[in-house]
């Protein structure tokens, strides 16, 4: 817990860290204090298209068993990460924020694109593992979570015919599977929906069955069974995002690589242009 809490701290001051870089960039972008073609902005832009071309290695890791003893494909993900924030960093001090020639302006664009979809990859990682240095998740995980607030919210009202096929009609939703993301995203609100629905419908069940017994209103039973049903519900919700992450991560990888390898190519592009005119 500690050691995450850490790594949460640490991800929070790098990208603080980043934000005001960049904002210090941008606010002096003309001043003109670097050039592109000498000096440090120079040396900026080699080390920034570096930086980017070494992110190539993490994939290949997966591939190559020399690479992945060198490093563990951990490593290798973790240093794919960092220069994928520090190489654009760079790049853009090179350019001094501003668009220059075809080519280079081209070349600047498609590699703001790659950073754009790799930050939008990182969210949708993070979704579907444990933390972004985290093992993947599974549905096993998360069903064990419906199971385990299901037995307690039957344990409370076992003989409710109402309640339980509510409960397992919500369970259906959220473990259908669905051969599209729109389906998928569909039933996701669906079940957000549905959250405060089952809600009432649970604490209404109480206030019937207290006033059939002659009791008066119980404050805390109805906390009790309120957190129950908002784990319960969480839990269900939970397994319809998980199903929707996954569908856009892979769409998220179909995407990506082809960006990256135009980047690649408009960046070659753009050095022979510039040192051979």
């Known amino acids: 817990m500690l050691l995450k809490q850490l790594n949460s701290l640490r991800t929070h001051l790098f990208t603080l860290g980043v934000t005001i870089v960049l904002l210090i960039g941008w606010s002096n972008r003309d ?11 120079y040396v900026l832009g080699i ?4 930086l980017m071309l070494i ?51 081209i070349a600047l664009i498609c590699m703001l694109l790659v950073a754009f979809s790799g ?4 969210y949708i ?5 444990h933390g972004l240095y985290g093992s993947r998740k599974t549905l096993t995980e998360f069903k064990q979570k419906t199971e385990n607030e299901h037995s307690e919210l039957l344990s409370l009202y076992a003989q409710d015919e109402e309640l339980t096929g509510h409960l397992k009609k919500l369970e259906e939703k ?8 729109t389906m998928s995203l569909w039933h996701a ?3 957000a929906f549905s959250a405060p629905i089952l809600r009432r419908r649970v604490l209404r069940l109480l206030k019937k069955t207290h006033t059939e017994n002659g009791e008066s209103k119980s404050l805390p039973d109805r906390e009790v069974v309120a957190r129950c049903v908002k784990r319960y519900t969480l839990a269900h919700r939970q397994i319809a995002a998980f199903s929707v992450y996954e569908r856009l991560f892979s769409l998220w990888h179909i995407l990506h690589f082809p960006l990256f390898i135009m980047m690649i190519i408009t960046a070659v592009i753009h050095i022979f242009a510039v040192h051979l005119y």
């Open 31 to 41: 001043s003109n204090y670097l050039s592109a073609e000498t000096g440090a902005g």
């Open 174 to 181: 959220a473990l259908q599977s669905y051969s599209s993301l």
């Open 125 to 129: 990682y993070t979704r579907i593992h």
């Open 55 to 105: 992110l190539l290695l993490y994939p290949v890791s997966k591939h190559v068993k020399l690479l992945s003893r060198i490093m563990s494909i951990r490593t290798w993900f973790v240093i794919h990460m960092l220069f994928g924030i520090i190489g654009p960093v760079l790049i853009l001090f090179h350019s001094n924020f501003q668009l220059g020639s075809a080519n280079s302006s």
């Open 47 to 50: 080390v920034g298209g570096s």
């Open 189 to 191: 609100i669906y079940l």
């Open 119 to 122: 930050l939008i990859g990182r």
